[in-house]
C-alpha cells in the first residue's frame, strides 16, 4: 500500500464595502481578555496573528509561506497592523492537540490560536464563516485516451477494454470510494494513506509524481490539490475536473478557519476578516488554481456592511 499524506479532515461581493467592514474589525482590536480561556493570554492581547499551519502542504501552507493559507494569513496581519507569527506541525493526527491546544512552555499563552483551513463545522475547534467552497476532482494526463472524460460518467461509458486497464490514486476515505466499489473498480485502485509518520510527504505527490509519471492513469483528490498540481505540472500536460456532488455522495465541501472553542470574540474578528476580503482571497484562490464552488446563502458575505 502506498504511504501518502492527505488533508487533515478532507465576485461574492455585491454593493459591499469591505473597507467599512475592516474599520468594524478594527474597532475589536485587540480581542477582551474576558471571554477568552480562563487564565490564558487572550489572542492578539499582544498584536500578534499567531497561526497554527502544515510546514509541508502545499498549496495550502508551507514553511516557505507559498501556499494561499499562507497568503491569506499575511493578508489578515496587515489588515489587522498586527506581527505575524507560525507554529508549523504536520496537519495530521495530534494536530491540534499540538498546535491550537498546547500551550508554550512555563507560560499561560497558547502556541498559536488560528488554523487556516477545517472544515465547516469540524468538531474539535470553533469553526468561522466559511471563506472557499470546493470539491474533489479528477485529474489525469492528456493525450492519453481520456481527453472527453469531464464526469464521472463519462468513465464509466469508455470502452470496457480501456477502463479495465485504468489504473485509479484514490485517498482511503475519500468520498469517490463508494462510487468505485459500486461500479467494481476497487481492484484498479491504487491506494493513498491519509497520515503517516513522514512529515517530507505531502498530498500532491500523487498528481505531481505518481499521475505524471505514469504509475496511475487517474488521480482523484481534494480540488485545491489537483488544481495546483495540474497547474505547475511542467512535463505531462495534466487536467484537473472538479467532480460535482450526487445524491448519496457529497464532493464539495465549505472550508473555515478554526479558534479554540472559548475564544468567542477572536473567532468574531476572524469572522469579520473573512467577510470583508471574500474579493480579495478569491483573488488568492483563483492564483493556485483552486476550483471554487459558490458558497450557501447561511455562509455568503452579507450584502451590505454589518452595523
Known sequence: MRRRSALASPGWLQGFSWQAALASVLILSPVPAAAQTAG???PGADKVLRVCQDPNNLPLSNRAQQGFENKIAALFAQQLGWKLEHIWY???MGFIRNTLRAKVEHTERYKCDLVTGVAK???MAATTHAYYRSSYAMAYVKGKGLDR???LDDLLALDPGQRKKLRFGVFAGSPVTEWLLQHGLMEQVDWYQSQTGDAEQYPGEIVEKDLANGKIDVAFAWGPIAGYFARQSRGAAIVAIPLQS???MQLDFEIAMGVRHADKDFRQLIDRLI???HDK?????EQYGVPLVALSSASAPPKSAPP
Open 149 to 151: 472524460v469531464r464526469t
Open 246 to 248: 450526487r445524491p448519496g
Open 275 to 277: 467577510d470583508a476580503n
Open 281 to 285: 482571497i478569491d483573488a488568492i484562490l
Open 40 to 42: 490564558a493570554e487572550a
Open 121 to 123: 463545522g469540524y468538531e
Open 90 to 92: 504536520p496537519q495530521r
